[in-house]
């Protein structure tokens, strides 16, 4: 079966990957939250962030419509520290 945007889905999935995201980066995960944030926005979701001051900041979208109710959960953090993908190892 061929996925429609196989190239977009791609590209997404590379750039998330190459963000420094480790769990002791909240700086980094919020980053992340902050591309899926637009990236949700961009698909007509109403979006908030729950802000947190540890790790990354929760996000909460929702979608208006007849459709059954779907819940997505993330779990932002990569288990590289940062110091390895600023070596570039992934890029």
């Not at 791609?10 to 944030?37: F, H, P, R």
Request: aromatic share 8%; glycine share 8%; proline share 0%.
């Amino acid at each position: 079966m061929l996925i429609k945007n196989r190239d977009q889905i791609i590209s997404m999935l590379e750039i998330m990957i190459n963000m420094d995201s480790a769990s002791e980066y909240k700086e980094g995960e919020d980053t992340l939250g902050g591309y899926l944030v637009q990236k949700f926005c961009s698909l007509g979701f109403e979006v908030k962030e729950d802000i947190k001051n540890l790790y990354g900041n929760y996000i909460i979208c929702k979608l208006n419509g007849k459709g059954a109710n779907t819940l997505i959960i993330r779990h932002f953090n990569i288990t590289l520290a940062k110091e390895y993908l600023r070596e570039g190892h992934l890029r």
